[in-house]
């Protein structure tokens, strides 16, 4: 039984006049006994909690920062009415403000044998999977004095996905890969790869290439033309280790480096490439394989990379070359989104980074603190010059450790956040370009 606000009222009125009155205890006997015989009654009157029935159906997926509808229908299945207070409890991070969670609080009121429908808006302030934990209910008597409390456990999971924000640099990105298509379309003598078209053999054609039912066909020899294979394999590989829990600016590294993945498949897909991925620290954390290019390729992508989480662990350099090997075919492009830090990259990808490039084509892409350049740029007082001092130093390890990466045919992005995605997606357009892809 759960008094309610009403009880303690109509309690502390009916004090007063017993207190002024008949300060005894026969006055507070005349006070105490009917109310407490109406808060009986109301309490015997409320509608049975336990025997509600609870259905949920809704939204399952949400992009962070955007807005996910859930819906409970309670079904009173008494004699009685039901007169209800219910809170629909929801992780704290479910909402990215107090305001918000107002919406998981209801009043209603169900006749008896009908059903409402109560919807809790969701804002989910972080990604991956937010689960319901239980549906607390009160429900009161005709009077308001008393009530009946119980909760019901009602299962249900909203995955909040990544956000995508840098899909805002596809249309160019797009224009850039048809005006490069264009350019690299070259028709190719003899063998290739993708068939493209007919036409009149001239001397010196390879006559493998000759096309001898079209020639039968036709009045002259017709010979095939072939151009470069589009269907290329890219090997995203997620560092999930301890770096990638880093927040530069507002967005952990592990969240930059998905939105680049988003972008950087977006692309590869209208390119006719297949991409596939690995998150891996110690071990695989989520892997796409598999997957044709189309549009159901982002949308695997996005599935896997919700949930994940950044783990304080050191990155195990050969067991994620290891693992890349087994998952890319040989002549892939292998994207390791990772950081630029000295350590790790010193002492633990450079020592295998030649069993990556000796079969692949190998693309390291970090994410650079703006912060850094800013206390570079620090001058005036004591503190500032040593910032400055910091900042000049940390950037210089950058910068050879980045070199280092080169001098083995690696390819390298290092860029700040806001232009990480896009920095990443041309270097991609380079490698077409250039022929390496």
């Known amino acids: 039984m759960a008094l309610t606000g009403r009880a303690a009222l109509v309690a502390a009125l009916g004090s007063l006049p017993v207190g002024i009155l008949a300060p005894s205890w026969t006055g ?20 049975p909690v336990r025997t509600l029935e609870f259905t949920r159906s809704g ?5 962070l920062g955007e807005t996910a509808a859930v819906q409970l229908t309670v079904t009173n299945t008494s004699r009685r009415r039901l007169r209800a207070h219910l809170r629909d409890a929801w992780p704290p991070s479910s909402w990215s403000s107090e305001a918000e969670q107002a919406s998981s ?19 989910p302030s972080r990604r991956g999977d937010r689960q319901a934990e239980r549906a607390t209910i ?53 063998e290739g790869t993708e068939f493209d ?46 770096t990638s829990a ?34 891996y620290d110690r071990r695989v954390r989520a892997q796409v394989r598999g997957r044709a290019a189309g549009a159901d390729v982002l949308a695997a992508l996005v599935n896997a990379m919700a949930p994940l989480e950044p783990e304080l662990v050191e990155t195990d350099a050969r067991g994620l070359s290891t693992a890349a090997l087994a998952n890319a075919p040989g002549g892939s492009l292998i994207v390791l989104l990772t950081s630029m830090d000295a350590a790790p990259i010193e002492e633990g990808l450079l020592p295998v980074l030649p069993q990556l490039t000796q079969r692949h084509t190998v693309l390291v892409a970090a994410v650079a603190d703006p912060e850094v350049e800013k206390m570079a740029r620090a001058r005036g007082t004591v503190d500032a010059t040593y910032e400055a001092a910091a900042g000049t130093q940390t950037q210089a390890q950058r910068r050879r450790t980045a070199d280092q990466l080169r001098r083995h045919g690696v390819t390298v992005v290092d860029a700040a956040p806001d232009a990480f995605a896009p920095a990443l997606a041309d270097a991609y357009l380079a490698l077409k370009a250039s022929g390496r892809l």
């Not at 456990?153 to 956000?163: D, G, N, Y």
């Not at 006559?207 to 470069?228: E, L, Q």
């Not at 969240?255 to 596939?276: E, H, Q, W």
Request: some cysteine; glycine content about 8%.
């Open 197 to 242: 078209s007919l036409r009149a053999y001239v001397p010196g054609d390879d006559t493998r290439s000759i096309d001898w039912r079209a020639t039968a066909r036709g009045a002259g020899v017709a010979v095939r033309t072939w151009r470069p294979e589009r269907d290329r394999h890219i090997l995203v590989v997620l560092d999930t280790g301890r």
């Open 28 to 47: 507070v006997l005349a006070v105490n006994i009917p109310l407490s015989l109406a808060i009986l009654c109301d309490y015997a009157l409320a509608a």
């Open 246 to 279: 880093g927040r530069v600016g507002d967005v952990p590294r592990l969240d930059a480096a998905m939105d680049a993945t988003l972008l950087l498949t977006a692309l590869a897909t209208r390119a006719g490439d297949r991409v596939n991925l690995l998150a």
């Open 105 to 123: 609080r209801h009043e209603f009121a169900v006749p008896p044998g009908e059903r409402r429908r109560l919807t809790t808006l969701l804002r």
């Open 138 to 190: 009160r429900s009161f008597g005709p009077l308001g004095l008393a009530a009946r409390q119980g909760y019901h456990r009602v299962p249900w999971t909203v995955r909040a996905l990544p956000p995508f924000t840098s899909r805002k640099h596809l249309p160019s990105r797009l224009a850039r890969l048809r005006e490069l298509d264009g350019r690299t379309s070259v028709l190719t003598r003899g």
């Open 59 to 63: 939204d399952t997926s949400v992009r």
